[in-house]
């Protein structure tokens, strides 16, 4: 069974670069004939806002973008990945740390190391065996215990628009955080768990998050779970050349009329390379007769589910 997902952080409304994600996963999942599901990633409770997860899918449904399956919060969902924290810890791939952000910076300076800006600083793996008497603060991955029991330390995978794809987590990386210091669940964790819990075959998601899939590689196989399909899609950049996002103030979509949202539409899709289409009424048959020639288009991009 084919399956796709958008799993939107609701720090915000849905801006145009969310939007092509939204699409680009809806397409997919359509053309392969496979279903589609929302899912909010709202594990950083203090960075999420009120509202903003309503709003995102009332933003959605204006889009005809509608979820398959009952719309899942990570917020709701903490007892199972402790459950697989523990089951990490029982396997002896994930440990206590007691490092500061600044000690591990310190500790990369100390090691003749650069510490390269917006990047965060390779683990030098302090804590990996012990704690040496100071306070638990995060729980970490054992990548490197973890890459001497797979063939290669090397993550290999093929995304399905940039094609094959190589990452030495041990080095690039280094242990990444699994529950962060003040008690939230990293990124990397929720998703992987959320991914096999929603039996998820298909992730369609921004380039910007490309970095992020060898890290889920490894989680995935070490606890077990199949990969899915990865394709990351073009992003959609700011008057400035970066990336449009929630934090340097995308402005929130226009879907205040008909036209507001065909208008949306079409620009997600001309990001996506598809053809810009003639939508007359703009009514809800027009948006879903466009959004079916995009499928079409889609399917003949991405021919085969599978890289
Ligand atoms: N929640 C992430 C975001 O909004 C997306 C994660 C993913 O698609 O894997 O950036």
Same mark, same amino acid.
């Given at each position: 069974m084919i399956r796709g997902r958008f799993a939107p952080s609701p720090t915000g409304e849905l801006h145009a670069g969310s939007l092509v994600a939204a699409l680009a996963s809806w397409l997919d999942a359509r053309s392969l004939q496979g279903e589609w599901w929302v899912r909010m990633e709202? =594990?950083?409770?203090?960075?999420?806002?009120?509202?903003?997860?309503?709003?995102?899918?009332? /933003?959605?449904?204006?889009?005809?973008?509608?979820?398959?399956?009952?719309?899942?919060?990570?917020?709701?969902?903490n007892d199972i990945y402790q459950q697989v924290l523990n089951q990490l810890i029982a396997k002896g791939l994930a440990y206590p740390c007691a490092c500061t952000r600044k000690e591990i910076e310190e500790q990369q300076v100390s090691l003749g190391l650069s510490l390269e800006r917006h990047k965060s600083a390779v683990y030098p793996g302090t804590c990996r065996?012990?704690?040496?008497?100071?306070?638990?603060?995060?729980?970490?991955?054992? =990548? %490197? /215990?973890?890459?001497t029991l797979r063939e290669s330390p090397d993550v290999h995978w093929i995304d399905r628009r940039l094609g094959p794809q190589v990452q030495n987590v041990q080095e690039e990386v280094g242990d990444f955080v699994l529950k962060r210091a003040d008690?939230?669940?990293?990124? @990397?964790?929720?998703?992987?768990?959320?991914?096999?819990? @929603?039996?998820?075959?298909?992730?369609?998601?921004?380039?910007?998050? %490309?970095?992020?899939?060898?890290?889920?590689?490894?989680? @995935?196989?070490?606890?077990?779970?199949?990969?899915?399909?990865?394709?990351? %899609?073009?992003?959609?950049?700011?008057?400035?050349?970066?990336?449009?996002?929630? /934090?340097?103030?995308?402005?929130?979509?226009?879907l205040s009329s008909p036209r507001a949202v065909c208008l949306a539409m079409q620009s997600a899709a001309s990001t996506l390379g598809l053809s810009t289409l003639k939508l007359h009424s703009c009514d809800s048959a027009d948006l879903d007769e466009a959004l079916s020639t995009w499928t079409q288009e889609w399917a003949?991009?991405?021919k085969r589910a599978s890289p």
């Open positions: 709202d =594990v950083d409770g203090p960075r999420c806002i009120d509202g903003a997860a309503a709003k995102i899918l009332q /933003q959605l449904s204006l889009c005809r973008l509608h979820s398959d399956g009952e719309v899942l919060y990570q917020s709701h969902r065996n012990g704690l040496d008497g100071k306070p638990a603060r995060a729980w970490r991955f054992n =990548v %490197t /215990q973890w890459s008690g939230l669940w990293a990124y @990397q964790m929720a998703v992987v768990v959320d991914d096999a819990a @929603q039996n998820i075959s298909h992730v369609v998601r921004g380039e910007d998050l %490309t970095d992020n899939t060898a890290r889920q590689y490894l989680l @995935q196989e070490a606890l077990g779970f199949e990969h899915p399909h990865y394709l990351h %899609t073009p992003l959609v950049l700011g008057f400035n050349g970066e990336k449009l996002s929630k /934090q340097n103030d995308a402005k929130a979509l226009d003949q991009r991405h």
